[in-house]
Structure formats: structure tokens, C-alpha cells
Nanobody, 129 residues
Framework: QVQLVESGGGLAQTGGSLRLSCAAT????????MAWFRQAPGAERDLVAA??????????ADSVKGRFTISRSNAKNTVAVYLQMNSLEPENTAVYYC????????????????????WGQGTQVTVSS
């Protein structure tokens, strides 16, 4: 059974930091790119950051470049993916979801949201002004 579990969200002040974690179990996630998406109320789910299966290639949305970093640790049965969010802004308020790439061994993580699945329940991030 595919399972992604996000955690680490909460309330932060503008300029503060949060670190999100995603635990992925139940599939060969170690060979798949992983990504973080966010969905604000009334908005679509948008890609925030992605990382290749090897960790060698990353992607960041323009709005978070220089402030967010993505990393991962690969184990046989569990993959952990992290999103370090610094210099938070109220516009970063959203539910954050972790997604797993559908296709294995991509050198560069895809930016196509439809190429990710396995969504967890998400973790709420709220940034106060």
C-alpha cells in the first residue's frame, strides 16, 4: 500500500522558518522523484519544489527560490523528503502535500503535477503577518 505522511506544519511568523517532512512507504520510492505541492483555499494545487530520485537534481518554483530547500534520504523501505522553508511570507500559507513521481529513475524531476501521486493528508502551514 502506497503511503505518504506529511508532518511539520504549523504556525510561523513572517520571516520565520518551518521544516516539513514526508515519510514515504509501501513502494520503491527510492527510485522515484519526490515533490512538495501546496494548495491554498480556493486555489489549485501548485508545485513548490521537486527532487530527483538520486537527489542530484532539484526544482523550485520562482516564488520560493533562495528561501526553500528540498532534500531526501533514501532507505530500502522508507524514503524521507524534507522541505526547509525560510523567510516565510503570508503568501506561503497553504496545505502542503508530498507527492511521488509515477515514473522511476528520472534524471531531472518532472514539473508536471499530473506525474505525481500518492498524496497524503497534507500538513497545514500558516504564516502570520
Amino acid at each position: 500500500q502506497v503511503q505518504l505522511v506529511e508532518s511539520g506544519g504549523g504556525l510561523a511568523q513572517t520571516g520565520g522558518s518551518l521544516r516539513l517532512s514526508c515519510a514515504a512507504t509501501g513502494r520503491t520510492f527510492s527510485t522515484r522523484g519526490m515533490a512538495w505541492f501546496r494548495q491554498a483555499p480556493g486555489a489549485e494545487r501548485d508545485l513548490v519544489a521537486a527532487i530527483s530520485w538520486s537527489g542530484d537534481s532539484t526544482y523550485f518554483a520562482d516564488s520560493v527560490k533562495g528561501r526553500f530547500t528540498i532534500s531526501r534520504s533514501n532507505a530500502k523501505n522508507t524514503v524521507a523528503v524534507y522541505l526547509q522553508m525560510n523567510s516565510l511570507e503570508p503568501e506561503n500559507t497553504a496545505v502542503y502535500y508530498c507527492g511521488a513521481g509515477k515514473i522511476a529513475l528520472r534524471v531531472v524531476p518532472t514539473q508536471q503535477g499530473g506525474e505525481y501521486d500518492g498524496w497524503g493528508q497534507g500538513t497545514q502551514v500558516t504564516v502570520s503577518s
